[in-house]
């Protein structure tokens, strides 16, 4: 899934900055995550999608793991 639409993102109440460039302007796009077990018995979309936030200026990525509710 991707969106290439731009968007601020707020993470643990602040505006996410770009570890890189400084900038705040991000698209997301979710990255599958594989697991050994998963991959094996050929069952991997049964594993959690990360966030991946990737910087309008640069294109560095901020991956961030799925909260568990």
Same mark, same amino acid.
């Given at each position: 899934?991707? /969106?290439?639409?731009?968007?601020?993102?707020?993470?643990? +109440?602040?505006?996410?900055?770009?570890?890189?460039?400084?900038?705040? #302007?991000?698209?997301?796009?979710?990255?599958?995550?594989?697991?050994?077990?998963?991959?094996?018995?050929?069952? +991997? #979309?049964? /594993?959690?999608?990360?966030?991946?936030?990737?910087?309008?200026?640069?294109?560095?990525?901020? #991956?961030?793991?799925?909260?568990? +509710?």
């Amino acid at each position: 899934m991707s /969106n290439r639409e731009l968007h601020q993102v707020e993470v643990v +109440g602040r505006i996410l900055q770009c570890v890189v460039c400084g900038h705040d #302007w991000f698209y997301l796009h979710k990255a599958q995550l594989a697991t050994v077990v998963a991959t094996f018995f050929e069952v +991997g #979309w049964l /594993n959690p999608a990360a966030d991946c936030y990737i910087c309008g200026r640069c294109d560095y990525i901020h #991956w961030f793991y799925p909260q568990q +509710g």
